[in-house]
């Protein structure tokens, strides 16, 4: 009977936990930390498709690197559209305190340290914002898992977001967002955005999501803005990962460079 | 002038052998710049179009950049001219970039009051939307090293170039021909900066060894003609100098300091400037996004002046005499709104707190559509003659301009 005893309880206690749902901070901890680069390079497409079906074209090349969990430094070489070609744009992520951010104006032949307004200032007048397109930090929201869906036919986690605290609300310029993460890969599938006065207004969509060098990434999403009718759509192309980039990259120095390679 | 153009040619046709697939870009602008106050001749100083053409290239740790301005112009700038704006090779090794080549280097945290943006010269007369008109590029070589987070940076420039400013006779006094430093290795400028950063402060420290870009003026009185002569002439400067700047979100601090030592090291020369301090306090603040609030205050203080001493040096000479402010103090509010993602407005004011004498710049930019825009402004000098931005008058005026970059 004491045999039946130690065999029975640890498929009771395994069975258990698997059947007792994630939380949705679980959730999003797997979407945030699932990430296994050390160091990334990527060129950026960015179409802005106004509501009479005007159209903007911006061209980025983008560098990251990784240097801790919350610890990371970004660069980026705006190449179009021609008049802000040669703007490079340094972003130094710190655990403990604001971001560093320096902007290369070759019109000023300067670099610039600049301010942030927030995370929710627009990124090179897109429907994009600064949140958008960062690391998200998980200690900014409050996660609730509000139920389980289908998207296109895949399983998907269903979470909700509440800021923190209203100098997060107002930092990032949304008072929700809502989440759907797909069961398998913890990829994030469509968000939708609530503005400060509680209303949705921007709906993001991931279209593709490929897998290089073993590490998920969704190359290819729109974000609507559902008030003005504009699309902007982000595309990654050629994306490397772990390929060691220097630390003499991520430099001031680097940020008037003429050809970047 | 055709030497310098006859060098860029040289220089371009070596370039474009030596790496290869050359990336061209540049852009093609129409402009107006309507001359503000009556007394000037042409109702435009100028009416024309701009090509600038910018040619860059790689080759493993190399890489060259030019940048050349096609002018053709009507009005007080009139004519056809090739302008060369910038030249340079740059070496990328791990630790060290080497820029050798006419270019632009500027130190300091501040666009228009840098007390230690001693480098590169301004050219009054030309204030407009682009640097490359105002501020005149030095041929020069600059190495940059980062060790450990701290930047290292020196600078040789082997000739010396002054400011542009206008030299005004009157039917009392006559502006003789200026009297530059001779072209040879002692009077060559050079310099070095440390910078990094300390809790979140970006700070450096900078000297530089080189000349006044404003000239001293000698007085003398011509007995036969009846007139007071002035003869502009340039003297060595050491600049030592500091500077930091934080940001908390969405509000930011700066500070500069300059201790600037002159050849007048007891002040006892009448026509050198004393040695001097110069230091800013500045604010950011960017309330929205779409705006940005700069508030800079900026204190020059003559050191080692002496009013009785000037008085009498001046008295000998029997010229009326022309003591120099022992304080002077400027206001700089700079404004940036961004009412749209395509529509932009800068507003400067930089002013004389004692002599109230100031410069305007109000800037309107509108993206018609990708690398289009239409840029309209208004460049205004006020005060009273005599005072440095009073003496500008002249130079005010209006601008238009549609810009196509490509």
């Not at chain 1, 039946?4 to 945030?32: C, D, H, N, Q, W």
């Not at chain 1, 104006?105 to 929710?120: D, E, F, H, Q, T």
């Not at chain 2, 080549?101 to 407009?128: A, H, L």
């Not at chain 2, 030299?167 to 009392?172: C, D, E, G, H, N």
């Amino acid at each position: 009977m004491k045999k039946f005893y130690f065999v029975l309880l640890p498929i009771l206690i395994f069975s258990f936990f698997k059947a007792y749902p994630e939380t949705g901070r679980e959730i999003m901890e797997k979407v945030v930390n699932k990430e296994t680069w050390n160091d990334m390079t990527a060129d950026l497409y960015l179409t802005i498709v106004d509501s009479k079906g005007g159209k903007r074209e911006r061209e980025i090349k983008s560098f990251m690197k990784k240097y801790s969990a919350d610890e990371t430094k970004m660069l980026m070489f705006f190449l179009k559209p021609a008049d802000v070609r040669g703007t490079s744009f340094l972003i130094v992520e710190h655990k403990d305190r604001d971001d560093d951010r320096y902007l290369y104006l070759p019109a000023l032949r300067r670099v610039k340290r600049i301010l942030a307004s927030g995370k929710g200032g627009s990124f090179m007048a897109s429907d994009f914002s600064y949140y958008d397109i960062g690391k998200p930090k998980l200690e900014d929201f409050k996660y609730n898992l509000i139920g389980e869906e289908k998207l296109d036919g895949v399983p998907c986690y269903v979470i909700e977001c509440l800021p923190v605290s209203p100098q997060i609300e107002k930092d990032t310029g949304y008072s929700k967002i809502v989440r759907w993460v797909r069961k398998d890969n913890y990829m994030i599938l469509k968000s939708d955005y609530y503005s400060r006065d509680g209303k949705k207004f921007k709906v993001l969509d991931v279209e593709k999501i490929e897998e290089i060098q073993n590490v998920l990434f969704a190359t290819v999403m729109t974000m609507k803005d559902i008030i003005s009718n504009r699309i902007s759509r982000m595309e990654f192309r050629n994306i490397k990962v772990n390929t060691g980039l220097k630390d003499s990259l991520f430099s001031e120095t680097s940020l008037d460079r003429i050809n970047i390679e | 002038m055709r030497k310098l153009k006859f060098i860029i040619l040289l220089f371009l046709i070596f370039s474009l052998n030596l790496f290869s697939q050359p990336d061209i870009s540049g852009y093609l602008k129409f402009l107006s710049y309507l001359n503000i106050y009556g007394e000037n001749k042409y109702l435009f100083e100028r009416n024309g179009t701009r090509l600038q053409l910018k040619l860059s290239a790689s080759s493993g740790k190399a890489s060259f950049f030019t940048s050349v301005n096609i002018d053709a112009y009507k009005g007080s700038k009139e004519g056809l001219g090739i302008n060369p704006v910038e030249f340079y090779i740059d070496l990328n090794l791990d630790f060290l970039k080497l820029r050798v080549g006419r270019q632009f280097v500027f130190w300091g945290k501040n666009e228009w009051n840098s007390p230690t943006d001693v480098i590169i010269p301004w050219d009054y007369e030309n204030i407009s939307s682009e640097i490359e008109d105002y501020r005149i590029p030095q041929t020069m070589i600059q190495g940059t090293g980062e060790f450990k987070g701290v930047r290292i940076q020196g600078i040789f420039n082997p000739v010396f170039t002054p400011n542009v400013i206008s030299f005004q006779s009157t039917p009392f006094l006559q502006f003789e021909k200026e009297e530059l430093p001779e072209k040879k290795i002692s009077n060559s400028e050079f310099g070095g900066k440390i910078a990094f950063n300390k809790k979140g402060w970006d700070i450096s420290l900078s000297f530089w060894d080189g000349f006044e870009k404003f000239p001293s003026i000698y007085f003398s009185f011509d007995p036969l003609q009846r007139i007071l002569k002035g003869t502009p002439k340039y003297h060595r400067l050491r600049m030592l100098g500091f500077d930091m700047e934080k940001t908390w979100g969405s509000y930011g601090l700066k500070g500069e300091f300059s201790y600037n030592r002159t050849e007048d090291k007891d002040g006892k020369n009448i026509f050198i400037k004393n040695p001097h301090l110069k230091y800013l306090f500045g604010f950011d603040w960017l309330p929205t996004e779409k705006l940005n609030l700069q508030i800079q205050y900026l204190r020059e203080e003559l050191l080692k002046l002496n009013i009785e001493t000037e008085n009498q040096e001046w008295m000998k000479l029997q010229i009326p005499p022309k003591i120099p402010e022992k304080v002077t103090d400027y206001g700089v509010i700079i404004t940036r709104w961004n009412p749209s993602d395509f529509v932009s407005f800068q507003l400067v004011n930089v002013r004389n707190l004692k002599s109230k004498d100031w410069l305007g710049l109000l800037l309107g930019s509108y993206e018609v559509q990708d690398a289009l825009k239409l840029i309209g402004g208004l460049v205004l000098f006020e005060g009273k003659k005599g005072t440095t931005f009073g003496n500008l008058k002249d130079s005010s005026r209006f601008f238009l301009e549609l810009k196509y970059s490509f």
